[in-house]
């Protein structure tokens, strides 16, 4: 028996477990770690299936090659050559244009994903590097980059102490939180109550995180720029502008907030004139307050206003950097320098003319880049940890994409719906393998923190770590070959580093004679450390299993802020400028039916549904439809719905927690060309059938998964193959 300590890698919320190992290797509990400072014992039924996960039958164990239809596992030395093959074909045949890379969410979450994605994209030498960024938080960056000249300036509501905290368009009861770690988000929302805080909830849905709430209110998909607007319109009339810190734009702002007065607004968002009143004036009282937002309004049509309108409130209200309002974390890890004055559109996509944004161009496009020929057709594509089939808009048509593709190679532990398409499969090994630390998720954190979890079971002789993975693709893509050694990239990384060393004061060839750890991340994260705020290394979270607490946030706007003015901006004319669109869609009536998603406790995008304990019960991939609407509409056990771009067969679960004119659909599911063949029996459909890939919003690219209009029939009960199975139906 062993017992180990490491931090869940499953989401944003960064809880801290405790895993019972028999002799043979095999976990027979997860716990929450209750020694962890900032977790104390937390675990959500996700992080408690770690190990059923972990041991899931179902993952690859070995590098496969397909041919044809068959698949024949083969060694890394094969594989490799293989890759050196195909992408150099490609390469070497269309140019270097003709390469593609996608980084899936789990990338944001590995210790291989954050140091590796640059020095593999920069390898691949093409404008065609994507990520699940635009498909999830690119508006947050977009704003973020244009107020503060930073786009990785995130603040985070400062959970803990604030009095009041309004949540637009996030769920964390269920979602755990997200750009936004904190363990056991659903006890922190109870303590903000109990500690005679106020909670407000805006959301198309009465959600878990509603249940909590002292108020929700219903708010019209898509439409919370309006209401954010009719905010700072009655802060302004009513003279309840206060600010903490130096802006800019104050005047700019002000006027165009003229128009948006609540009684204006209130028809187009559905919340009351009085409401919106109401909250402005509440958000001004509360002697500290924050506005919360993410997923349900990044991934709309006005996604970068929102974000924008979100944080100009926070800076109106007197709540910005400010104990109580919305803060900024410190990483124990030296942060990335400040790149200078942030910009969009450095290039272009080739067919939809989209504009690039931090070196990537938006998913939504790629399907196009693949299918329409010409000079820098996309014709070799890099998966690592994603699967753009179910969580792409319009998955389906890029699907059938990626069977046209010459060469595909995907970096997952799964052959999944996505991953069935590639040439070759390199499978990084068990979640109790692998080293963890959080480069990312610990700049959102709402305490500082810090944890690293060595790896629990060591790799056996016959495979790679998913750094070794990563670094091979980045040498092969840099011409290096299928022989390079890893240990050449770390090599440069790591200089790449050191550089930074002279600016903290520390001399770069002591800092490298006392590195510490194993070659390749654990060694990076000891400089990174070293490099770092608090002086930490590598040995001191080694002697802290259970993680570090490095205190509350503190105010560091001035080191973050990277404006031309030094100050923040409320009206830059980047985002000013699409005012105009949303003043021009305020009139335009609003389609009857609208279609949203929804994140499940049991869930996790597409890639959980193979473990058993995970799905069934109230996991279940159903349509949510309002009573009233699915009388009128004549809808019992099943329906059909259609949108632009497809049709899927629905189980329709009637409720009142959704508001009349909008039905939700979880993501994620709709498996079917997987091995996993847990999920395979809890299929359910492909909701990115019915999203658009073709509507993306404005200054981000991000896709838009809510407010998708739709339609809805009664299913005639013709037979399933007579109604085309959903998940593999689009019309495009
Ligand atoms: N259990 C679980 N946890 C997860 C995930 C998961 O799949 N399952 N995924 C992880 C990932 S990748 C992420 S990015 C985070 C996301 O975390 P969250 O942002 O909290 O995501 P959701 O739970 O989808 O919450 C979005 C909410 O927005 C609402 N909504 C939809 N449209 C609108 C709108 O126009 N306006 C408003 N105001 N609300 C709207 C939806 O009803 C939903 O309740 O969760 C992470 N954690
Ligand atoms: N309609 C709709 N669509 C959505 C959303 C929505 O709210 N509504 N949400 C969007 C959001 S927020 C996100 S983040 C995206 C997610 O989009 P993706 O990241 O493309 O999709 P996931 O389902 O998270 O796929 C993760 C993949 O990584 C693999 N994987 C798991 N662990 C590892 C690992 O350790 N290493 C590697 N290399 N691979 C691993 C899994 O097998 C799976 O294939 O989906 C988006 N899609
Ligand atoms: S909340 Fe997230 S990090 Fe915590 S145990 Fe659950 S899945 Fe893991
Ligand atoms: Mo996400």
Partial sequence: MKTAHRTCPICDAVCGLRLTL??????????????????????CPKGASLGALDEDPDRLRSPMIREGDRWREVSWEEAFQAVERGLTRVADAHGRQALAVYFGNPTFHTMAGPLYRGPLSQALDTPNIYSASTIDQMPKHVACGFMLGNPFAIAVPDLDRTDYLLVLGANPAESHGSLCAAPNFPGRLKALRARGGKLVVVDPRFTRTAGLADEHLFIRPGTDAYLLFGIVHTLVAEGLVSTNIEVGGLAELQELAADFAPEVVSARCGVPAGDIRRLARELAAAPTAAVYTRVGTCTSEFGTATQWLVDVINVLTG?????????????????????????????????????????????????????????????????????????????????????????????????????????????????????????????????????FSPAIL??????LSEAEIMAKLALIAAGAGAGADPAV???????????????????????????????????????????????????????????????????????????????????????????????????????QMLLIG????????????????????????????????????????????????????????????????????????GHGGSTQRTAAAHAGVNANALTDELVVEALSGNAVFNAVPVTLAPWDGRPLEEVPAGDKTSAR
Avoid at 28 to 42: A, I, L, N, Q, R
Avoid at 458 to 463: A, G, Y
Avoid at 532 to 555: E, K, R, T, V
Wanted: glycine share 10%; hydrophobic share 40%.
């Fill in 22 to 43: 028999d002799d043979a290797g095999h976990v027979t509990s997860v716990k929450g770690d209750p020694d962890d400072p900032f977790s104390k014992g937390y675990v």
């Fill in 319 to 451: 709540n910005f950097d400010r104990p109580g309002g919305v803060m900024f974390a410190r990483t124990a890890t030296i942060g990335p320098p400040n790149a200078g004055p942030f910009t969009t559109g450095r290039w272009h996509s080739r067919v939809r003319g989209l504009p690039e944004v931090l070196g990537e161009l938006p998913v939504a496009t790629l399907a196009d880049e693949i299918e329409t020929p010409g000079q820098g057709q996309v014709r070799a594509l890099i998966t690592v940890g994603g699967n753009l089939v179910l969580s792409a808009p319009n998955g389906p048509r890029l699907g059938r994409a990626l069977r046209d593709l010459e060469f595909m190679v995907s970096v997952d532990p799964y052959l999944n719906e996505t991953t069935s398409h590639a040439d070759v499969i390199l499978p990084p090994p068990r979640i109790t393998q692998m080293p963890h630390y959080d480069f990312l998720l610990l700049s959102v954190t709402v305490r500082n923190y810090s944890r």
């Fill in 458 to 463: 060591p790799l056996e002789p016959d495979q």
């Fill in 489 to 591: 990239l770390d090599e440069q990384i790591l200089a790449g580093l050191l550089q930074a060393a002279p600016l903290m004061g520390k001399d770069p060839v002591e800092l490298r004679a006392s590195l510490e750890g194993s070659p390749g991340p654990e060694r990076l994260l000891d400089a990174m450390l070293k490099l770092g705020p608090f002086g930490l290394s590598l040995s001191d979270l080694l002697a802290n299993p259970h993680g570090i607490d490095l205190g509350p946030l503190q105010p560091r706007l001035a080191e973050l802020l990277a404006t031309e003015s030094g100050r923040v901006e409320l009206a830059p004319l980047q985002l000013t400028r699409d005012v105009a669109r949303l003043r021009a869609r305020m009139g335009e009536p609003a389609p």
């Fill in 598 to 669: 929804r994140r499940q406790l049991r869930s996790n995008n597409s890639w959980l549904h193979n473990v058993g304990a995970l799905v069934g019960g109230s996991n279940r991939c159903t349509l949510h439809v309002n009573p009233a609407d699915a009388d009128r509409l004549n809808l019992r056990d099943r329906a059909v719905i259609r949108s632009a771009t497809g049709e899927l067969l629905v189980d329709v679960e009637a409720t009142g927690a959704i508001m009349p004119g909008v039905v939700s659909l979880p993501h994620g599911w």
